[in-house]
């Protein structure tokens, strides 16, 4: 059931746990999430970068993927597709295309810049019935050629992003796409608390959600967080499992090489990540 993604984080907020967003990158990837996610009876989002979406041939064809497929797979608890770091045009092009929650990073923008174009888009995308995710401060590391400095999000800037009515923020408090390298700190929770009290109790967002551990995790959907981002992991077992399928020579072995055989342990992978993550969110059964 597509839906924005208003209305399954405030539930999160309210019952302290979190929503996985799952980012996709092709068929198997939608769904294999969205299998995980309605046999656990929760509600997800699935996240598209901009490059993930010009991969798979444009927003509009993504969007036309989800909807079939959620239509035809019997799909019950609700599904928020939205684009992940978006610009300014990708936004845009998103709401027009059929999105039903966007994020425009105008983080990398003076704040000045930054509130004047995420107060338009606010408009648009509610105009529309989207979500809208902002983001103040930066998320550190490289995400499909987004580049983040790391930067701990300012209270007050938060604050003044949060008054333009957006739905839910992204904040960097010390958290990194990708892996984490082995002298990284961990997060910012005294930033983190911060920043909840300065922004009215807004859903809070998690970014790079690869490599934090549990306990971190928890504590940050302790102290406001309800979106928790999740792209590199599902990345790193998938190609686990399609290595260790090919090195075990069983694209070989009769039609092993077909690609609905060649892709499964991978997309199996997938799922058994995605069940992790919803357990440790705590969003399983909250549909």
Same mark, same amino acid.
Do not use: Q
């Given at each position: 059931m597509l839906v924005n993604a208003t209305n399954m984080l405030l539930k999160a907020r309210d019952g302290h746990y979190g929503v996985g967003q799952f980012n996709i990158n092709n068929l198997e990837w939608t769904k294999s999430i969205l299998l995980q996610a309605q046999a656990m009876n929760s509600p997800v989002i699935l996240g598209v970068s901009e490059g993930a979406g010009k991969y798979m041939t444009g927003f509009k064809t993504v969007a036309a993927m989800v909807r079939a497929m959620d239509e035809s797979l019997g799909i019950t608890v609700p599904v928020a597709l939205h684009l992940d770091h978006g610009t300014y045009e990708g936004a845009k092009a998103c709401i027009d295309a059929g999105f039903t929650s966007i994020m425009f990073d105008g983080s990398h923008?003076?704040? $000045? =810049? %930054?509130v004047a174009k995420t107060k338009e888009l606010v408009e648009y995308a509610h105009d529309k019935g989207l979500s809208i995710e902002a983001e103040v401060g930066s998320?550190? @590391? &490289? $995400? !499909?050629? &987004?580049v983040g400095s790391g930067e701990i999000a300012d209270p007050e800037e938060c604050a003044r992003i949060t008054a333009l009515g957006v739905d839910f923020l992204a904040a960097g408090i010390g958290n990194i796409h990708g892996i984490y390298p082995d002298n990284w700190k961990g997060l910012d929770f005294e930033a *983190? !608390? /911060?920043i909840h009290k300065a922004t009215n109790n807004i859903p809070l967002v998690l970014h790079g959600g690869t490599g934090i551990p549990d306990s971190m995790v928890q504590k940050a959907i302790s102290l406001g967080v309800c979106k928790? %981002? &999740? %792209?590199? !992991?599902c990345q790193l077992v998938f190609a686990e499992a399609t290595r260790a399928y090919i090195e075990a020579g069983k694209d070989q072995q009769g039609k092993g090489y077909d690609p609905r055989k060649l892709l499964k342990p991978g997309a199996d992978a997938i799922m $058994? +990540? &995605? /069940? =992790? +993550?919803? $357990? *440790?969110? @705590?969003s399983a059964n909250k549909a």
């Open positions: 923008y003076p704040i $000045e =810049e %930054n998320i550190g @590391g &490289v $995400e !499909d050629g &987004v *983190l !608390d /911060r928790i %981002n &999740v %792209n590199t !992991d $058994e +990540k &995605v /069940r =992790e +993550k919803i $357990e *440790l969110f @705590g």
